[in-house]
């Protein structure tokens, strides 16, 4: 079945980076799209970035376009998230999903903070 194994989150000061991954499996993931979602507390779940099946096509939301970006190794089907210049309001859970599964990972904690 689908998994999503996601990592690297962790404290971070405001104005540091993170280098968040998804490990994926259950699925050809070098044909599959990919997102980047994050939930912030009391907050829905937003969407972050999006990378097409290739890694040709990309989009991010307004709030984190020039500071995140998102890249894919289809030989390690696993996908990243660079996040440089890092706010406070950056602070979520942070999940991976492809759009033809409903399934969510566990997600990872970033937290932004000095």
């Known amino acids: 079945q689908v998994q999503f194994v996601e990592s690297g989150g962790g404290l971070v000061q405001p104005g540091g980076s993170l280098r968040l991954s998804c490990a994926a499996s259950?699925?050809?993931?070098?044909?599959?799209?990919m997102y980047w979602h994050r939930q912030a507390p009391g907050k829905e779940r937003e969407f972050v970035a999006f990378?097409?099946?290739?890694?040709?096509?990309?989009s991010y939301a307004p709030s984190v376009k020039g500071r995140f970006t998102i890249s894919r190794d289809n030989t390690k089907n696993t996908m990243y998230l660079q996040m440089n210049s890092l706010k406070s309001e950056d602070s979520a859970v942070y999940y991976c999903?492809?759009?033809?599964?409903?399934?969510w990972g566990q997600g990872t904690q970033v937290t932004v903070s000095s």
């Open positions: 999903k492809t759009p033809s599964s409903n399934y």
């Open positions: 259950g699925f050809t993931f070098s044909d599959a799209p």
């Open positions: 990378i097409s099946s290739g890694g040709a096509a990309t």
